[in-house]
């Protein structure tokens, strides 16, 4: 069962739980290169081409197809690659260089530095400079919003990108693990979130070059969703309560994965997420999820962002118990 410092699952699990300590001390600084910065260009020069190249509806779907292809398994190669090269240069290069890539992809400090970046701002009463913070971190317009609407944005976007940003690309680096490619599996799930988040829209031009990338978000994000949904659940000591309102209202949603993220967070909080947004001067109204019980406060956002961290910490502990037991299965 206790794994020895020669042995690969030892440097994997070491890896998983230096990565995450180093998300939660350092996070993403702003004037350091980022891995997804490097795919969000790569995504942006080739979505751009193609879109002036390409004008025929089919011939955008195939050119989606292939551009996730590349983004994503690219994304995959090339942290193996480097990987490979920098453990062949030394063991310990391959092993800093595997655990600065893997807390790349974890954004559990990234997500709460955004929002405490607002909730500070408006202790001060100084809404402007709180709408220009917030305008960082969501798609809506933010000009008009009042201190409410303020809170539910930061609320929302916690929860959305609690599964987004920090439950599912753990899942997906502990699942890799298993075939000693968690930082691989990590960065290529990384590169599908962004090609979605930049490309998979159902408006123009976006319509036909991305749905292949935000289907396959939607598939690679649905189970770690579903698990992050039932661990809340559980951690709440509401699990009933809280899977019946899920099951009520995630399914009003149009996306398979949102619904059930922001619904659960509402649940558990005992408030009541969506309503009506502004994007682009347009009023789009999105369903209600959870029950108003209580009013969105900063301590009820800092209280989603505990549940991430939580959340996170029992996956990780579980993923590194689960990895040692494999091994102990195998020898």
């Given at each position: 069962m206790f794994l020895s410092w020669n042995e690969p699952q030892f440097v994997i699990c070491l890896t998983l739980i230096s990565a995450?300590?180093?998300?939660?001390?350092?996070?993403?600084?702003?004037?350091?290169?980022?891995?997804?910065?490097v795919i969000g260009w790569g995504i942006g020069q080739s979505s751009d081409r193609l879109l002036k190249s390409l004008k025929v509806p089919i011939g955008l779907r195939i050119a989606g197809i292939g551009l996730t292809l590349l983004c994503?398994?690219?994304?995959?190669?090339?942290?193996?690659?480097?990987?490979?090269?920098?453990?062949?240069l030394h063991p310990g290069l391959g092993w800093v260089t595997a655990t600065i890539l893997l807390a790349s992809c974890f954004a559990g400090r990234s997500l709460r530095d955004a929002a405490e970046s607002v909730l500070q701002v408006l202790v001060t009463g100084d809404l402007a400079t709180a709408r220009s913070h917030l305008s960082r971190y969501v798609g809506r317009d933010t000009t008009d919003l009042q201190i409410e609407d303020i809170y539910r944005a930061i609320l929302e976007t916690v929860a959305e990108n609690g599964v987004d940003g920090v439950m599912a690309p753990l899942f997906w680096a502990i699942v890799g693990a298993f075939f000693g490619l968690a930082v691989p599996f990590a960065l290529a799930f990384k590169a599908a979130s962004t090609l979605d988040s930049m490309v998979g829209y159902r408006e123009a031009p976006y319509t036909d070059l991305g749905w292949c990338s935000a289907k396959l978000d939607d598939v690679l994000v649905w189970l770690p969703c579903r698990l992050t949904v039932l661990t809340l659940a559980v951690l709440s000591g509401r699990p009933r309560q809280i899977w019946a309102l899920c099951q009520r209202d995630a399914y009003q949603d149009p996306s398979p994965n949102s619904g059930w993220s922001e619904t659960v967070y509402a649940a558990v909080l005992r408030v009541q997420l969506g309503g009506a947004n502004r994007y682009r001067g347009v009023i789009k109204h999105k369903p209600l999820l959870g029950n108003p019980d209580r009013p969105i406060t900063p301590e009820r956002v800092r209280s989603a962002l505990q549940l991430n961290r939580v959340?996170?910490?029992?996956?990780?502990?579980?993923?590194?118990?689960?990895?040692?037991?494999?091994?102990?299965?195998?020898?």
């Open positions: 995450a300590c180093l998300d939660f001390c350092l996070g993403d600084p702003w004037h350091w290169l980022h891995p997804v910065q994503v398994g690219g994304s995959g190669c090339f942290a193996w690659g480097l990987l490979t090269l920098a453990t062949l959340c996170f910490l029992l996956w990780l502990t579980i993923g590194v118990f689960l990895l040692a037991l494999f091994k102990s299965m195998g020898s």
